[in-house]
């Protein structure tokens, strides 16, 4: 079992910055696991931002967010972060931290955890 607490989330205004964090607790697998942000807006579907892949320690950003936002992850303090720069009222939803014992983690399904997720809200 894996459980994912978000915290970070704010209002903030266009322009500035914002960063969450999510702290993981249980096991994650080293060689096959996927760290996640997830985001949701109202009336959208679901869109993963960035990923931790724990076997390499590699990160990867989607599209939509490259060169404004930034993942990592601390293993000494089993925190994954997002870094938030030069937000957009585009940006916000709500963010969810998820992980995944499976591989895979490019598909939504394979991510079996997820936090309770931290509101972000840009305004112009």
């Known amino acids: 079992q894996v459980h994912l607490v978000e915290s970070g989330g704010d209002s903030v205004q266009a322009g500035g910055s914002l960063a969450l964090s999510c702290l993981a607790s249980?096991?994650?697998?080293?060689?096959?696991?996927?760290l996640a942000w997830f985001r949701q807006a109202p009336g959208k579907e679901r869109e993963k931002v960035a990923t931790?892949?724990?076997?390499?320690?590699?990160?990867s950003i989607a599209d939509s967010v490259q060169g404004r936002f930034t993942v990592s992850h601390d293993k000494a303090k089993s925190t994954l972060y997002l870094q938030m720069n030069r937000v957009t009222p585009e940006d916000t939803a709500m963010y969810y931290c998820?992980?995944?014992?499976?591989?895979?983690?490019?598909?939504?399904?394979?991510?079996?955890?997820w936090g309770q997720g931290t509101q972000v809200t840009v305004s112009t």
């Open positions: 998820a992980a995944s014992n499976g591989g895979y983690c490019h598909v939504r399904l394979t991510y079996d955890y």
């Open positions: 249980g096991y994650i697998d080293a060689n096959n696991g996927c």
């Open positions: 931790f892949y724990t076997a390499s320690g590699s990160t």
